[in-house]
C-alpha cells in the first residue's frame, strides 16, 4: 500500500485526495503512484460513460461485476478508481502491476464500492454549507411532484435536480456530484428497491425539506408490507432538524405514522384540507386542473386527481421556501407533463401515455381517471402488465381487471403474461357487460405491438379516447407512433 503523503491538492478535483480517501477510508494501492497529478471531475458506474478524469465506481451485482471493466475504463481516461477488498485480495499482484503501468490512476482501496460511492458523495455535498436540500419519495407520483416541484422553486432559486429516474442508491449519489457552487438548492428524488435504501441515501443527502407522495404498494413484493414500505419512506425525515419542513399526504392512511418523530414543522396537504389558502376549482378532464391559491387561479395541465395531489406537495415545498403564490403559480403552469407519464398526445386518437411505470395504485388512479374522463367517443384501455409485485401480482393483476371492467371503456386489451389474471377476471364480469370487448396478448414483442395497433385501428374511429399504462418493461409507448403515426415497430 502507499503512504497517502500531504500534496499540493487541486482545488479543480470535485474533491481533494485527503477528503476522498478519509470519506471512504480508503488507501491507494501500489507505490508508483503520483500524488500531484490527483483529479476527478466526473463520478461513473458504468464504464462506457467513463471520459478522461471520471471517477469510476465497480458495482458488484448479483450477476456483474464491473471490476473486470477497470482496464477499460483506464483506457477511457478514468483518473480514481475504487477498488472493493474482495476483488483486491482476490487479485494482489493483477492490481499491483496494475498500477505500476497506470502511476497517474488512483486505484483506491475501499471495502464496498457502493457505500464508497454514497460516502464520497455525501463529504461532496458538504462542501456546499449554504445549499438548501429537498427531497421527495413516495410509492407513486414522486418524479411528477419532483418536475413540478422543480419549476415552482426555479421561480427563486438556482436548482439542480436529479436527472430521470436517477433516484436510487447508486442513481442519488451520482446526482449529488452535479451540484455545483452557482445551485442554490438542490432538489433529489429518493427511490427505494430494497430495506433501508432510503435510510442510506438520506445519510448521503441529509435533507433539509421533504416531502412524501403516498404510501402504496409499489415494491410490497420486496418489503412485505405498507407498514415496512412506510417504515422506509419517513426515514426521508430522518435529518430534519427544527428549522426543516416535513410535507405529508393528508388522506393517506398513513399520514399520522408519517408524523412520528419529525422534528422539523409538519405540513398537511391534500383536498381535505381546509383553511390553508388552497381551494380546488375544477377537474378540467384531459386538460388538468384548476385551482387557487391565496386567491391566484392557477391551472395545472397535467390531468387526473392523483396528478393534482402531486402538485399540492409541490405547492407546500414552495411555500415552506418562501415562494410567493404568483410564482408558485409561474411554476405550476410552467409544467409540461414528462413523456410516458400522464402524458395527453392528440392525433388520429386522444392518447393519455402514462407507462413509463406501473404499480397497483397507479393502475388503479388511471383506470379510474380514465373511466371519469366526459367523452363523446369509444374508449379504449390498454393495460400492460405490472412488473416486479412477487407474491402479490396475481392478485395485483385480477384487481385491474375487475377496475378496468368498472371503468366503463369499450374495449380492454391485457398486454403481457402477468396480465392473464385481469383478463380472467375480467372475463368472469362478462355477463354483466355484455357490451365489453375483450382482448389478451401475452407477448408484447413487435409482432404483437403491430396487431394490437391494428386491432384498435379496426375498432376506434377517429378522435376515441385510448389509455395506455404498464410497467416500462412492456414498452407500451411503441403503440404511440404506431396510432398516432404512419410507422410501425421496427
Known amino acids: 500500500m502507499c503512504n497517502n503523503a500531504v500534496v499540493k491538492e487541486n482545488t479543480d478535483s470535485l474533491l481533494t485526495i485527503a477528503q476522498l480517501l478519509d470519506s471512504v477510508n480508503g488507501t491507494i494501492i501500489g507505490h508508483s503512484y503520483n500524488a500531484s497529478s490527483f483529479l476527478f471531475t466526473s463520478v461513473v458506474t458504468d464504464s462506457r460513460n467513463v471520459t478522461k478524469n471520471s471517477l469510476f465506481v465497480p ?13 477499460q475504463a483506464i483506457e477511457k481516461g478514468a483518473s480514481v478508481i475504487f477498488v472493493a477488498r474482495v476483488s483486491y485480495e482476490s487479485d494482489k499482484d493483477g492490481y499491483e502491476e496494475l498500477c505500476e ?35 421527495v419519495t413516495g410509492s407513486s407520483g414522486k418524479t411528477t411532484t419532483k418536475e413540478i416541484t422543480a419549476s ?38 429518493m427511490g427505494m428497491n430494497r430495506e433501508n435504501e432510503i435510510g442510506e441515501i438520506a445519510e448521503t443527502f441529509k435533507p433539509q425539506y421533504g416531502a412524501v407522495t403516498n404510501i402504496g404498494t409499489a415494491h410490497i413484493g420486496l418489503l412485505g408490507s405498507r407498514e415496512n414500505i412506510a417504515r422506509e419512506k419517513r426515514k426521508i425525515f430522518t435529518y430534519l432538524d427544527e428549522n426543516g ?68 406537495a409541490a405547492v407546500e415545498l414552495g411555500r415552506a421556501l418562501g415562494l410567493t403564490a404568483e410564482q408558485i403559480k409561474a411554476g405550476v403552469e410552467a409544467v409540461q407533463p414528462l413523456s410516458g407519464r400522464s402524458h395527453i ?32 367517443g369509444k374508449k379504449i384501455f390498454v393495460l400492460g402488465s405490472m412488473l416486479e409485485l412477487g407474491d402479490e401480482s396475481s392478485e395485483a393483476h385480477k384487481n385491474a381487471g375487475i377496475e378496468a371492467v368498472k371503468g366503463e371503456a369499450d374495449m380492454v386489451v391485457f398486454v403481457g403474461k402477468e396480465m392473464i389474471a385481469g383478463y380472467k377476471a375480467a372475463e368472469s364480469m362478462k355477463q354483466e357487460h355484455k357490451n365489453l370487448r375483450l382482448e389478451y396478448f401475452e407477448n408484447h414483442g413487435h409482432e404483437d405491438m403491430n396487431a394490437i395497433a391494428d386491432l384498435i385501428k379496426g375498432f376506434a374511429e377517429k ?11 412492456i414498452a407500451l409507448n411503441r403503440l404511440v407512433e404506431l396510432l398516432n403515426g404512419e410507422k410501425g415497430v421496427s
Open 345 to 376: 398526445l392528440k392525433g388520429n386518437y386522444t392518447i393519455l401515455e402514462d407507462c413509463y411505470n406501473a404499480n397497483p395504485d397507479s393502475m388503479e388512479k388511471a383506470i379510474e381517471f380514465a373511466g371519469s374522463v366526459k367523452f363523446s
Open 152 to 189: 415552482v422553486l426555479r421561480q427563486k432559486y438556482n436548482v439542480v435536480c436529479n436527472k430521470g429516474n436517477l433516484n436510487s442508491e447508486t442513481g442519488l449519489p451520482l446526482s449529488c456530484f452535479e451540484i455545483r457552487r452557482e445551485h442554490e438548492l438542490a432538489l433529489l428524488e
Open 463 to 473: 378522435g376515441d379516447f385510448i389509455l395506455l399504462k404498464g410497467s416500462h418493461g
Open 245 to 312: 419542513v416535513a410535507v405529508i399526504p393528508a388522506e393517506d392512511d398513513f399520514a399520522d405514522y408519517l408524523c412520528e418523530g419529525v422534528k422539523g414543522r409538519i405540513v398537511k396537504y391534500g383536498k381535505s384540507v381546509k383553511d390553508n389558502g388552497i381551494e380546488f376549482v375544477s377537474d378540467d378532464g384531459i386538460d388538468g386542473t384548476t385551482f387557487r391559491i391565496d386567491g391566484v387561479t392557477v391551472h395545472l395541465s397535467i390531468p387526473g386527481k392523483y396528478n393534482f395531489n402531486d402538485c399540492l
Open 101 to 135: 503501468k497506470h502511476p497517474d490512476t488512483a486505484l483506491v482501496l475501499v471495502e464496498n464500492t457502493l457505500h464508497a460511492l454514497q460516502q464520497a458523495a455525501g463529504r461532496y455535498v458538504e462542501k456546499f454549507p449554504s445549499l438548501i436540500r429537498v427531497s
Open 59 to 71: 458495482l458488484i451485482g448479483e450477476f456483474q461485476d464491473g471490476h473486470k471493466y477497470i482496464p
